[in-house]
């Protein structure tokens, strides 16, 4: 009952846009940290950006500062990632993910530590010309 379902990718060009969006149903986001992850083929899965619950701080990849803008509108239940400038090396599954509280998982996004309460199915996002 409880789901995180993420949608918005697809195939872009590069120095493209595209905005992510992650739903949550069977439970409220307000208290919980949102964060997106991406996996590329044959790579690890990394932390790419993390918003906080408690007053909306940010956290960034180094290799997506400045391209991509994590947000979140607590009144639709749902978490959002703006990716514009986009690079072939963006390519990868797109993951949504939440923590109760979730300080330190969010503090920590970019180095993949932290374990998260949900996760989405993912959504792919393609760069490629």
């Known amino acids: 009952q409880v789901q995180l379902v993420e949608s918005g990718g697809g195939l872009v060009q590069p120095g493209g846009s595209l905005r992510l969006s992650c739903a949550a149903s069977?439970?409220?986001?307000?208290?919980?940290?949102i964060a997106w992850f991406r996996q590329a083929p044959g790579k690890e899965r990394e932390g790419v950006s993390c918003?906080?619950?408690?007053?909306?701080?940010?956290y960034y990849a180094d290799s997506v500062k400045g391209r991509f803008t994590i947000s979140r509108d607590n009144a639709k239940n749902t978490g959002y990632l703006q990716m514009n400038s986009l690079k072939t090396e963006d390519t990868a599954v797109y993951y949504c993910?939440?923590?109760?509280?979730?300080?330190?998982?969010?503090?920590?996004?970019?180095?993949?530590?932290?374990?998260?309460?949900?996760w989405g199915q993912g959504t792919q996002v393609t760069v490629s010309s």
């Open positions: 918003i906080s619950s408690r007053d909306g701080t940010t």
């Open positions: 069977g439970f409220t986001l307000d208290y919980y940290a």
């Open positions: 993910a939440a923590d109760l509280g979730g300080e330190y998982e969010c503090r920590t996004v970019a180095a993949g530590i932290g374990e998260f309460d949900y």
